[in-house]
Nanobody, 125 residues
Framework: QVQLEESGGGLVQAGGSLRLSCAAS????????MGWFRQAPGKEREFVAA????????YYTDSVKGRFTISRDNAKNTVYLQMFSLKPEDTAVYYC??????????????????WGQGTQVTVSS
């Protein structure tokens, strides 16, 4: 069972930056992609970004393109989400995920078997 441990959430003013980290407890053949989803109060959980572990291919939802960057350190089994130019609408609980997918599938939450506990990101206006 893969455990995901997130860190780096917090409170930031609009226009500011934050970096989220997610460390996986182990590597498994059932995981080729790690990423992030988020859920704001009263809204459905939505895809944010993902990265293919070996190929480094990245996927982003349109609302964060150009502002967020996902990266990975395979030696540390860790994925990062660097967030720039944060907006109040980015306020949400951010969940680290790990699963197996390719292409458009990687935005589907059902492709991810492993989820972290979530870390709160709050952007004040």
């Amino acid at each position: 069972q893969v455990q995901l441990e997130e860190s780096g959430g917090g409170l930031v003013q609009a226009g500011g930056s934050l970096r989220l980290s997610c460390a996986a407890s182990e590597r498994t053949f059932s995981v080729n992609t790690m990423g992030w989803f988020r859920q704001a109060p009263g809204k459905e959980r939505e895809f944010v970004a993902a990265i293919r572990r070996s190929l480094g291919i990245t996927y982003y939802t349109d609302s964060v393109k150009g502002r967020f960057t996902i990266s990975r350190d395979n030696a540390k089994n860790t994925v990062y989400l660097q967030m720039f130019s944060l907006k109040p609408e980015d306020t949400a609980v951010y969940y680290c995920v790990a699963g197996y997918c390719s292409g458009y599938e990687c935005s589907d939450k059902d492709r991810y078997n492993y989820w972290g506990q979530g870390t709160q990101v709050t952007v004040s206006s």
